[in-house]
């Protein structure tokens, strides 16, 4: 017992967050997990998430828990615009783009907001980041802000504003690739009068 318990705190070293499939996929049983949890060396974090306690828990811990639980999603919309530091919103639900048939995850925490994006956008434009040991899927600055455009009657046409504001006042990418990501995501057009508006 004592080695499975050293292996899924080297576990949780390595990967800061952790669900209980990576340890039964070691061979390790489930009463080990449940034996550290009740004498606090590991915290649960969420249904079927744990780390070790006082982890450095950054603050897009919420996008680390939900890629874990939806590896194949994209963190996208408000949750990318924050993660990117393109918006003053704080979201309270993960916004995570699947595919369109892909099964819609039932997860209780974090609570996320899912959206289908076509296979393709589920790829194209976006960027793998590492949070907490971590692989986060997260579109990047212009798709998000193009993104924004295009789902403008669900988020608000003053956050997509806000955020091509910000886009170009703090440089986070080329106006070129702005524009060529526009014309892809369909959106050019429409954003091309608020774009005019701050050159």
Known sequence: MPDHAEKVLALARKKGVFRTRDIVARGIPRVTLTRLVQSGRIDRVGRGLYSLPGADVSEHHALAAASKRVP??????????????????????????????ARRPVVDHPPL???RFARSAIVDGVVVHE?????????????????????????????????????????????????ETARVRRVARVMRPYLEALT
């Open 131 to 179: 949070v907490e040991g971590v692989r986060v899927r997260v579109t990047d600055p212009a798709r998000t802000v193009a993104d924004c455009f295009r789902y403008r009657n669900k988020i608000g046409i003053d956050v997509a504003v806000e955020a091509l504001r910000d886009y170009r006042r703090q440089k986070k990418g080329s106006l070129d690739a702005l524009v």
């Open 113 to 115: 907001r899912i959206v």
């Open 72 to 101: 194949q999603g994209v963190v996208c919309l408000l949750s990318a615009l924050r993660f990117h530091g393109l918006t003053t919103q704080q979201p309270f639900e993960v916004w995570m783009a699947i595919e369109p048939k």
